[in-house]
Nanobody, 115 residues
Framework: QVQLVESGGGLVQAGGSLRLSCAAS????????MGWYRQAPGKQRELVAS???????NYVDSVKGRFTISRDNAKNAVYLQMNSLKPEDTAVYYC?????????WGQGTQVTVSS
């Protein structure tokens, strides 16, 4: 059974940076995409960034130019480099793998940006 383990969240001041990491354990094959979602209190979960098997990336408009998603296929890992953080980036961030079209989620990591 595949499990995703996240790390890297925390508290940072506005303008600062954080790097989230997510590694998958278990038997992995046919990863369709990897991504990061976030959910702020009282809001729906939204897709922040994703990277598909071919390497193309996609970002929500609010993070373009500030966040970068990357992956390490050998480690079955995905990363999210977050720069120029804003208070509105505060949320629980969830790692997501789509494996053979099945969505698998990490446990979530809190990111808090103070003004």
């Amino acid at each position: 059974q595949v499990q995703l383990v996240e790390s890297g969240g925390g508290l940072v001041q506005a303008g600062g940076s954080l790097r989230l990491s997510c590694a998958a354990s278990g038997s992995i094959s046919s990863i369709n995409s990897m991504g990061w979602y976030r959910q702020a209190p009282g809001k729906q979960r939204e897709l922040v960034a994703s990277i598909i098997s071919g390497g193309s990336t996609n970002y929500v408009d609010s993070v373009k130019g500030r966040f970068t998603i990357s992956r390490d296929n050998a480690k079955n890992a995905v990363y999210l480099q977050m720069n120029s953080l804003k208070p509105e980036d505060t949320a629980v961030y969830y790692c997501n793998f789509v494996i053979r079209w099945v969505f698998i989620w990490g446990q979530g990591t809190q990111v808090t940006v103070s003004s």
